[in-house]
């Protein structure tokens, strides 16, 4: 459903937001190795994440990539795909059909859309504080 690069920012936001409750913050290259993402894309992806105001970042010896505590429990999954993949998860094809609508329905159109449907609601209700908090936990994991 998201593209390889809404995963790995996806499971990005939710590691910087483990250091972020410990007011602390991550290099890159700790992100790129727990999320097991190549270093470029990883540096890459968090850029756009901080140009969407997702994530912040600071520069020099002490610097990382951190999100301000107040903006933990009101960041959002559904930000994040949209700043990464945009909207075509919650609009596209389940068949990848260039023209598929109600009028012009592909074959799976209406059981794709009650999935889409279901995957918006979770998108919308899902934040980074409680994700992160079943990481520090242990009662849930970034990689096998």
Do not use: W
């Not at 913050?25 to 270093?39: C, T």
């Not at 105001?53 to 795909?81: C, E, H, W």
Request: with cysteine; net charge neutral; glycine share 8%.
């Amino acid at each position: 459903m998201f593209s390889k690069s809404c995963n790995y920012a996806i499971k990005a936001s939710i590691f910087i937001a483990k250091y972020s409750l410990e007011n602390d913050k991550v290099g890159f290259v700790d992100v790129a190795k727990e999320i097991d993402s190549p270093q470029a894309f990883t540096a890459k992806i968090l850029q756009t994440l901080v140009k969407a105001g997702i994530i912040d970042s600071v520069k020099g010896v002490n610097g990382g990539f951190y999100i301000p505590m107040r903006r933990i429990a009101s960041t959002y999954l559904v930000q994040i795909v949209h700043a990464i993949d945009g909207d075509s998860v919650f609009s596209g094809c389940g068949l990848g059909l260039v023209q598929c609508d109600e009028n012009h329905p592909c074959p799976v159109h209406d059981k794709f859309k009650s999935i889409r449907d279901e995957l918006s609601a979770m998108l919308h209700t899902t934040n980074l504080e409680e994700l992160a908090l079943g990481i520090k936990s242990g009662n849930t994991f970034l990689k096998s």
